[in-house]
């Protein structure tokens, strides 16, 4: 259980973003990590302290390798476009303000959040926006509905400039990834079957060294 505070709580059109810097003196290295919101709403303080399990802490190994964890908690949406996006366009074009440096940010989707920031950023590039991510996480990502595909289509589908990389399912690994026939470019194993915890320590780590330590 995390007893760590963040810095400051973003408030978002539907939802709240907790913000914990890496240094003093501002974000830097933004990691922006958007829960799951598809049954409920995320609850910020349960998802917090499912980054810090006992054993492993996801915050702190961030923290340590110099990236700002932005912890993104989502409301329950419907559509893709309405006020889930719009919280997402909130969460980049704040830290695109408030990041000193140029740093590419790198986010990651947890479950509806990964289906989410794949339509935001996708549509930012569509609409010439510049999102300033330079690194793409799919954490068990549903498949779209049909509803959901249409509005994906219609902004291109993926994101292209940030590199895509997806979490590991159950049974997957690098001899068995079918690079081919996938949206991604890489894959990060590690992951634990049920996501219990949400970050394994070998999750972490892999996350770490090909998003951060590059």
Not at 136 to 165: C, I, M, N
Request: hydrophobic share 40%; net charge negative; aromatic share 8%.
């Amino acid at each position: 259980m995390t007893t760590v505070a963040p810095a400051s709580t973003w408030p978002l059109m539907l939802g709240r973003a907790a913000v914990f810097p890496a240094r003093d003196g501002g974000l830097s290295a933004p990691f922006i990590l958007v829960g799951d919101a598809t049954m409920t709403a995320v609850d910020p303080g349960a998802f917090a302290r499912q980054l810090d399990s006992p054993g492993y802490s996801f915050r702190e190994a961030l923290r340590v390798a110099g990236a700002d964890l932005i912890l993104v908690s989502l409301g329950t949406s419907d559509t893709l476009d309405d006020g889930a996006h719009r919280s997402v366009l909130e969460v980049l074009f704040r830290a695109i303000g408030e990041c000193r440096g140029s740093t590419p940010f790198t986010v990651c989707g947890i479950g509806r959040g990964a289906l989410q920031l794949r339509y935001t950023l996708a549509r930012c590039e569509c609409d010439r926006i510049d999102h300033r991510t330079g690194e793409f996480v799919s954490y068990a990502s549903p498949a779209p509905t049909a509803a959901e595909a249409d509005a994906l289509t219609r902004v291109g589908s993926w994101p292209v400039r940030p590199r895509r990389l997806e979490v590991a399912g159950p049974g997957v690994t690098m001899d068995t990834f079918d690079y081919e026939n996938r949206d991604f470019d890489g894959l990060i194993v590690g992951a634990a079957a049920d996501r219990d915890p949400l970050f394994t320590e070998e999750l972490g780590t892999n996350i770490i060294k090909e998003t951060v330590d590059l």
